[in-house]
């Protein structure tokens, strides 16, 4: 039987000019001399088709996240950190996006949840004017870049609403360069900038609000470098209902005498796989790889992850968390055992067989693989930064044998341990006290307003608002407010 099928589309002309003819040659090469193609080296790097037809949101933001250079802070491939569409899920079921394509206030919503900063404007909030100086701003660097949501129909494209990035500005034509990522379908393209703005001034029927376009740029701090939500499961909106909703109006509602009663109260109401819900971002790589030695960007990472995690076990907070856990033999809640692999190397002897898994493309399990010993020893860095405990660990899967390196925020302290290589090296590792610890405090701060210490509150914000951030935004997304509220999700 005869398949219908298509190879690409004649790019209606004008009033778009393609990147590749002479003319767009020429505009680029012009555009470049006046300074406003900076932007383009970055995008054009990490430029990427879109691997469905309604998946143009996805692909134009994880093209972005990559050219800004964001740690997705978890494994895409292998043992691969890098933003691909498949991971971009916490604001709308993939499947759903692959079905009817996503929103304007969903890609704003799933920006914000990877750890980008987010200024998103529709039409009827701005003006053309501005809309020129914010291209021309991240036109002229490359720390910024637009992404638009239009309709194709404003220039007689097929199709009806699509995303795309910015990746140039013509000063002396007026025209702006559309990186299409629906690459088999249109070439880049050149358009005037005062028709991209009619096309982007229309009204998408699925959300009834106005498209309009967003700048997307680096966050001043570091994005989930020890912890992260995973939304890969379908309990995770029901976890963020709870965490946001429900636990203020038990506490409300119970006679609440001091912190253990507080405890009591929202442990033994945790909703199912809860501690699926929050993971430990553990940088793992080929002993052969490392040696003795750590990249500056392993270095920093690392020494960031031990002062959160030294800041979170100084609270009070955490003392209360540990003593309720294990005072009253509180390892297990219900089925959720939260006492399981809380040494350095049954945790380690984990994350070396899944990073054996990854290593080798795999990075759905770790079947197959067994950590048959594992080394804790020590590695000075570079100047004042503090030393970092290594895990090696030997992993084999009955016909290859492979090492692996886990490697663990550290402080200055001394390591109860015979070993000589440990010597004043302790490896900082995050275990359930640890992960409950943070995720309260990650909550909203009224949720706390029995925390008198100020200084202390806001130095704890400042470590984990990304995860704060994150609650708002799953919870706003699960709400549908994600189309009425553009804005950053407040920490």
Known sequence: MAMASIYRRVLPSPPAIDFAS?????????????????????????????????????????????????????????????????????????????????????????????????????????????????????????????ISSYNRATFKQTGTGHFSPIGGYHAGRDMALILDVARFKYPPHWVPLKLLWEAMDTVDDASGFRRGFMLISRLQRPPALLYTLSCKHESWANIAKYLMEDV?????????????????????????????????????????????????????????????????????????????????????????????????????????????????????????FCCGETRVHCIKSNGDMPPVTVVSGTVTNGVVEQHVDMLVPSSSKNLNSSSPEVTDCIGMHPASNDVLTTLLLALPSQTWS???????????????????????????????????DLSAPSF
């Open 22 to 146: 002479s003319e767009g040659k020429q505009l680029f090469m012009e555009a470049t001399q006046g300074g406003t193609m900076e932007g383009f080296f970055k995008l054009i790097s990490y430029f990427q088709t879109q691997s469905e037809p309604a998946y143009c949101g996805l692909a134009t933001l994880a093209m972005v996240l990559n050219a800004l250079s964001i740690d997705p802070g978890r494994k895409w491939k292998g043992p691969w950190r890098w933003f691909d569409e498949s991971m971009l899920d916490c604001c709308e079921p993939l499947e759903k996006v692959k079905a009817k394509g996503i929103s304007f206030g969903k890609v704003v919503c799933l920006a914000h949840c990877a750890g980008a900063k987010v200024e998103a404007f529709r039409t009827n909030q701005t003006s053309i004017d501005e809309f020129r100086k914010h291209v021309i701003a991240c036109s002229t660097s490359d720390d910024c870049h637009v």
């Open 248 to 368: 203020p109006v038990l506490l409300s509602s119970k006679n609440v005498k001091d912190v253990k009663d507080v405890l009591s109260i929202v442990f033994n109401s945790l909703p199912s796989k809860f501690l699926e819900f929050i993971k430990w971002v553990a940088e793992i790589r080929r002993t052969e790889e490392g040696g003795q030695s750590l990249s500056p960007e392993e270095q920093e990472r690392l020494s960031i992850k031990g002062e959160i995690l030294k800041q979170v076990q100084g609270t009070d907070l955490y003392k209360h968390v540990t003593d309720f856990l294990f005072a009253e033999k509180f390892g297990c809640l219900g089925s959720q055992c939260l006492g399981k692999e809380t040494s350095l190397t049954d945790i380690a002897a984990s994350v070396c067989c899944q990073g054996a898994g990854v290593l080798e493309g795999n990075s759905e399990s770790s079947n197959g």
């Open 450 to 484: 029995g925390i008198k210490d100020e200084t202390l509150l806001q130095e704890i914000n400042t470590l984990i608002m990304h995860l704060r951030g994150q609650l708002n935004v799953l919870k706003r997304c699960k709400d549908d407010e994600v189309e009425e």
